[in-house]
T-cell receptor, first 114, second 113 residues
Framework: AQSVTQPDIHITVSEGASLELRCNYSYGATPYLFWYVQSPGQGLQLLLK??????LVQGIKGFEAEFKRSQSSFNLRKPSVHWSDAAEYFCAVGAGQAGTALIFGKGTTLSVSS | DAMVIQNPRYQVTQFGKPVTLSCSQT?????MYWYQQKSSQAPKLLFH???????NEADTPDNFQSRRPNTSFCFLDIRSPGLGDAAMYLC????????????FGPGTRLTVT
């Protein structure tokens, strides 16, 4: 069965420091992979997505993610974190019919310290 | 701006009293989804519409129903809310099934008293 694991429940990063959020997936075929961000009380915003091609994908707000098939990973990175990046981050894999169903990880809460 | 709109943002209902949550979109997307997100958990897909074709997830309780009268609107009906149905309900859309990612509304937080 498809699944997504985000090993880190909560991460604290100093403002200006680099960030890496981990995501591992289990999926039989080539996956559709996504990162979403959710601010408190808000819906989810799509940060970036991977379907095929270049394994390093660029997203909004200065985020990027790298697909590594050998490690079944799709880690999210940002070179310099801003206080406004504090939020919940969800990794998801598109499953089911043409990737219709999004299977989400449990999320990682990012706190940014000054 | 094209967007996904959910009304109301906060809804309080009584145990067992039917409630309807609303979602509208100006993106003209073919697919609309409803997710349930309980506190500190990941969103869980309840069902989706591909145009007028309704697709229910296998483990979605019968208590949850949905209607899509036209391309722009989709409703989530909870026939007899229980305390365990208190959650954030997220509506999302996508142009076609799967591949392009989904665009989420701000959600409706449902409280059951």
């Amino acid at each position: 069965a498809q699944s997504v694991t985000q090993p880190d429940i909560h991460i604290t990063v100093s403002e200006g420091a680099s960030l890496e959020l981990r995501c591992n997936y289990s999926y039989g075929a080539t996956p559709y992979l996504f990162w979403y961000v959710q601010s408190p009380g808000q819906g989810l915003q799509l940060l970036l997505k991977y379907f095929s091609g270049d394994t390093l994908v660029q997203g909004i707000k200065g985020f990027e993610a790298e697909f590594k098939r050998s490690q079944s990973s799709f880690n999210l990175r940002k070179p310099s974190v801003h206080w406004s990046d504090a939020a919940e981050y969800f990794c998801a894999v598109g499953a089911g019919q043409a990737g219709t169903a999004l299977i989400f990880g449990k999320g990682t809460t990012l706190s940014v310290s000054s | 701006d094209a967007m996904v709109i959910q009304n109301p943002r906060y809804q309080v209902t009584q145990f067992g009293k039917p409630v309807t949550l609303s979602c509208s979109q100006t993106l003209n997307h073919n697919v609309m989804y409803w997710y349930q997100q309980k506190s500190s958990q990941a969103p869980k897909l309840l069902f989706h519409y591909y145009d007028k074709d309704f697709n229910n997830e296998a483990d979605t309780p019968d208590n949850f129903q949905s209607r899509r009268p036209n391309t722009s609107f989709c409703f989530l009906d909870i026939r007899s809310p229980g305390l365990g149905d208190a959650a954030m309900y997220l509506c999302a859309t996508s142009p076609e099934r799967g591949s392009l990612g989904q665009y989420f509304g701000p959600g409706t937080r449902l409280t059951v008293t």
